[in-house]
């Protein structure tokens, strides 16, 4: 970095840098952009990111990021709570939420089992999972209906190594729990192609298929 820079420039330019898919390059231009920013417009984006860590907690249900504890989903009277779709990420309540198609509520995991990394069970919200299942059979209550108790879990973790042996993971030990487990399906995307996709996309595809 040029040291000719004033020092809080280097210093935002550092920090930006550690943002992921944010190069050395791309943290110079944003850096030089806010310099060049009326106060105005840089006073607003400071404020929002402070605000990131006054003002947003994590559900003590669902473990989503929440501003208040049940999250709006949880506390959400018309939501099914007795289906608990779970996920690795918030990023992925995000996306389902989009299609406006699932009606239950959610469970992240802030990630997937990744020995290689250093990640196990007790780095996730697995256990909170197993937790929450057996208050809300025992009448507890779990962010919303207490008289609901969890009917189903769906698995909806990544299609990756990692995703897959989380969801074994959970499978094996909800098996001893009186709930139905599901797992979402898995084959080709709207627009592609069968004769670009690979021998295990076609697999699960054939595998997941449903009446026409």
């Known amino acids: 970095m040029s040291n000719f820079l004033p020092k ?7 920090e ?6 944010i190069g050395p390059k791309s943290a110079q231009r944003l850096a030089i952009h806010l310099l060049y920013s009326p106060a105005s417009r840089v006073t607003p984006l400071g404020e929002a990111v402070l605000g990131l860590k006054e003002n947003v907690m994590f559900c003590g249900c669902c473990w989503n990021i929440a501003e208040s504890d049940p999250c709006k989903i949880c506390g959400d009277g018309g939501r099914d709570q007795g289906i608990i779709c779970v996920v690795e990420d918030v990023l992925d309540v995000v996306a389902l939420e989009k299609t406006s198609e699932f009606k239950g509520v959610y469970h992240v995991l802030h990630g997937s089992l990744s020995p290689i990394d250093g990640i196990g069970p007790e780095q996730l919200k697995i256990a909170e999972l197993f937790a929450r299942i057996e208050k809300s059979r025992a009448g507890a209550d779990v962010g919303g209906d207490a008289s609901v108790p969890v009917r189903e879990v769906i698995l909806a973790t990544n299609p990756s190594l990692e995703g897959e042996a989380t969801a074994l993971y959970i499978q094996k030990h909800l098996r001893e729990m009186d709930v139905k ?4 399906a898995r084959g080709l995307p709207v627009g592609a192609d069968l004769e670009y996709a690979d021998e295990i996309t076609l697999t699960k595809a054939l595998q997941g298929r449903g009446e026409f």
Not at 181 to 184: E, G, L, M, Q, S
């Open 181 to 184: 487990i599901t797992r979402i």
């Open 8 to 14: 809080s420039v280097r210093n935002l330019i550092e």
């Open 16 to 21: 930006l840098g550690r943002l992921p898919g």
